[in-house]
């Protein structure tokens, strides 16, 4: 039982290393999609990441069309702020695709218009917030998932 986790175009190393932690401690697999915001050698992704890094079952992609042209066949669902459905509607099915974007804008238009149907967000009860850390996104969606399937 574990999904996969996708980071598009990550930008902080310290929410990668957690979320690397994380994928580890569920037993999911991490894809990070280039480009990066850091090195992958970067003392900030692997101090967040602890001594697990070397444990963590990691995928590697160019870009985003080599990540889409060599999953093109996954069950993938996409996380996004700007979705209309919520998480927990999710119909979680095991080894499924949860695709995330990069900290600063999210998903790019491109990804999330052609997926509208896929397209879920984490709801924030207050106006004062526009949007969740990276890591703890994640962290909601893998386990509400984990647990609805279990």
Partial sequence: ??????????????N??????LSLASGSVLHLVKPFGFELND??????????WKHISLHIYESSDEFFSIN???????????????YWSIDFKDDMFLIFGK??????????????DKLYKIPIYS?????LNLA???????YEG???IK
Wanted: aromatic residues 4%.
């Fill in 1 to 14: 039982m574990g999904y996969n986790i996708v980071l598009i175009e990550p930008e902080i190393p310290m």
């Fill in 136 to 142: 703890n996104a994640v962290s909601i969606v893998v």
């Fill in 16 to 21: 990668t290393g957690n979320i690397g932690r």
């Fill in 103 to 116: 900290e600063s804008v999210g998903l790019p238009k491109s990804i999330t218009a052609v997926n509208a």
């Fill in 43 to 52: 003392s900030r992704l692997k101090r967040a990441g602890l001594d697990y």
């Fill in 146 to 148: 984990l647990r609805s």
């Fill in 127 to 131: 106006n004062h917030v526009r949007s």
């Fill in 72 to 86: 093109k066949d996954k069950n993938m669902i996409f996380l996004s702020s700007s979705a209309e459905k919520d």
